[in-house]
């Protein structure tokens, strides 16, 4: 017996699609073609440790193929199903240094641009620990019919029309959202398929988890030390210390937050003052998706989805998470900012 309960991904945004009775059905197009890009991927991830797909590039294997890194194939699926498809007009991923314009006819009629981090916490890839894919969704400005320029990609994050990611953990889960919420859909293997597993996703409030690289404690601002030291104490009202966890995958941490609570920080450092993460790839899409779930992101001044970007791969501090954390976070900040 069939059981109607269950949503695939694809039924699902053709469902939300009605809301809309202007929609052209591209956006639906667009999150089955990362969806599908996503399987291919989960594929390799899943044998990783059988085959050479840990080689470098440039590796050859048995079939005289070329052996990719994984970063680099999920960067190449990406890139095959959008380019292919009829939703996307072009795309900026991590792995590459410029933006890639679809120029054929198709491609230039459509309505939006995609921008990827193909494989978020690689350095995880050869120990078995959960990574994933970011990608962010945006409406081009420039017309439809006409090439695609820089001005399409360097868009503040609050444009966003959707934003999600895909973890290869325990599971592989693709969550997306648009303003209209953020929903979780669980790879069902046997079939093939996403399913709506995760209907409506809302991060709790207020959480027990902080997560950020305590190997850098020295190189943080006082604020952010004190924030830390918040954490592994116990106050009258935060019910800490807290428990830290710090994956090395920042989307799996971010994932993991949503759902039971939580801080992920990345903040600036001696080494890195600008931050390690990336604005319109990692940042954004998770900042997004984390808002419309009702938690908050900030680059410690000012709201991520504010920022106006002036470069593809420009770097931000990162403080995201639970209302209630990030403003426990945001109390010990402004007194830094006020100096
Ligand atoms: P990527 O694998 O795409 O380069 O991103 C790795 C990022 C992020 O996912 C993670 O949280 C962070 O780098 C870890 O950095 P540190 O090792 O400096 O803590
Ligand atoms: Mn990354
Ligand atoms: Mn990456």
Known sequence: MVNRKVFTLDE??????????QATGELAGLLRD???????VNVEVNKAGL??????TGDVNVQGEEVKKLDAFA????????????????????ELDDVVIFDNDISKSSKYIC????????ANIDVNVSIGTIFSVYRRVTETGTSLTIKDF??????????GYIIYGSSTILVYATKRGVNGFTLDPSIGEFCLSHPDIRCPQNGKMYSVNHGNFFQYTDAVKKYIDICQKKNKTNGGPYTQRYIGSMVSDVHRNLIKGGIFMYPATDAKPKGKLRLLYECNPLAYIVEVAGGKATDGKQRILEKQPTELHERTPLFIGSATMMAELEDCLANENEH
Do not use: Y
């Open 115 to 122: 921008m990827f981090d193909p494989l978020d916490g690689s």
């Open 75 to 94: 960067n190449d699926q990406l890139i095959g199903v959008l380019q292919h498809g009829i939703s996307c007009a072009g795309i900026a991923s991590e």
């Open 34 to 40: 990362v969806g599908l890009a996503a399987k291919r």
């Open 51 to 56: 085959v050479d797909i840990l080689g470098d």
């Open 154 to 163: 360097l868009q503040p994050g609050m444009r966003q029309v959707a934003a």
């Open 12 to 21: 699902f945004t053709l469902r939300e699609m009605r809301a809309f009775p």
